[in-house]
């Protein structure tokens, strides 16, 4: 037997088993060649027959083409299998640390409307929620804004079409809280009343500080003797519990058609403290209106204008809560834009 023979078999069975493809083809080899009647294993048979000085040599050479043959097809196997499960890709490096599961929080304006019922609640005023599709009536007529008043420009109100009430008029997507009142009053009958109705609100506008879509919370309180100092009380107190001791706020006299008196309530702007600039303009930015409910609006409401007086403050949650100290957003629209970049940052 030839040495030469031997190694040409080696030879052979290793570049076989590197072009095989498959697990099956593996095992095709491994039994051609190892199997009980594998050509490596017929080799080995006829060893003992053979001369004394052939038999070390070609013992030796036929168990080298055995081990070779062997380990190339273990190797060949592992790489199959590799190749199977994709090892770089699924690889689990078990004391790699954790990814911590991303948690998100509340929005922004969400969070503003929890801390404002919660100020109002300290005080013992009741959340309501009032139709966000409201009639003419309760949103402007009742509130002492007959059809075509012009007090009612400054509304720039949505109005939905083909939808009217016989009684109560058109409808209309609700421009502010103030509809609320009307059906707070209707809602209980009687005082004492302490509203607070916070709600979405739309117009037609969009600026640095108007979104068509925005909140408004709007407070009513009437029972007997309600007068002015309860209002600026209430007022200091929201003022101090929410925008901190820093900040000031000032009253203007100002005209709305449902209270009389009527004013305005203004806080330093926190952006420029108080220097102007452009969100603010100069220094000062209206927080809101407010007033005492005018004797119309409590006729309106059913109540007894001779018996009760009240007061009532309707601002934009998304105001206050830009004038609270260190939000520096100089463009109320960013909260509705829904970039998680903006969003993150609170
Ligand atoms: N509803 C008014 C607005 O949207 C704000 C307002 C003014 C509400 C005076 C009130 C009030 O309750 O008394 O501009």
């Not at 490096?93 to 929080?105: E, Y």
């Not at 409307?113 to 100020?119: C, F, H, R, S």
């Not at 609700?174 to 809602?187: A, C, D, F, I, V």
């Not at 309860?230 to 003022?239: Q, R, S």
Request: charged share 25%.
């Amino acid at each position: 037997m030839e040495s030469n023979r031997i190694q040409n078999l080696k030879n052979q069975a290793i570049s076989s088993i590197l072009e095989a493809q498959s697990d099956e083809e593996l095992e095709e080899l491994r039994i051609a060649y190892l199997g009980r009647k594998g050509r490596i294993t017929q080799l080995l048979k006829e060893i003992p027959s053979l001369s004394p000085s052939e038999r070390k040599e070609i013992g030796q050479l036929a168990n080298d083409a055995k081990n070779a043959i062997e380990q190339a097809l273990a190797d060949s196997k592992r790489a199959q299998v590799a190749k199977e499960i994709d090892i770089d890709k699924e690889w689990l490096d078990v004391t790699a640390p954790g990814k911590r599961p991303s948690v998100g929080h509340l929005h922004l304006v969400t969070e503003a409307i929890q801390e404002i019922t919660t100020i109002f609640e300290k005080i013992g005023f009741t959340r309501v929620a009032y139709p966000e599709v409201e009639w003419d009536w309760y949103a402007f007529e009742g509130l002492n804004m007959p059809e075509n008043h012009p007090a009612r420009d400054e509304w720039e109100t949505l109005y939905i079409d083909h939808l009217e009430n016989k009684k109560y008029g058109h409808a209309v997507l609700t421009p502010h809280t103030s509809s609320g009142q009307l059906r707070e009053m209707k809602r209980l009958g009687k005082p004492p009343i302490r509203m607070l109705n916070i709600a979405k609100c739309y117009r037609r506008q969009s600026d640095v500080s108007h979104a068509p879509m925005f909140y408004q919370f709007e407070g009513l309180v009437i029972d007997k003797g309600i007068n002015i100092t309860h209002l600026k009380g209430t007022l200091d107190y929201f003022a101090k519990q929410y925008f901190g001791p820093n900040r000031k706020t000032r009253i203007r006299p100002f005209h709305f058609q449902f209270t009389e008196p009527s004013i305005e309530v203004d806080v330093s702007c926190d952006i420029c403290q108080g220097k102007g600039c452009r969100l603010c303009k100069q220094g000062w930015l209206e927080l809101g209106g407010a007033g005492m409910v005018h004797p119309i609006v409590l006729k309106n409401g059913g109540i007894d204008p001779e018996k009760y007086t009240g007061f009532a403050f309707g601002w934009g949650v998304e105001r206050v809560l830009m004038m609270k100290a260190g939000l520096k957003i100089d463009d109320l629209r960013l909260l509705y834009t829904n970039d998680l970049r903006f969003l993150k940052q609170f």
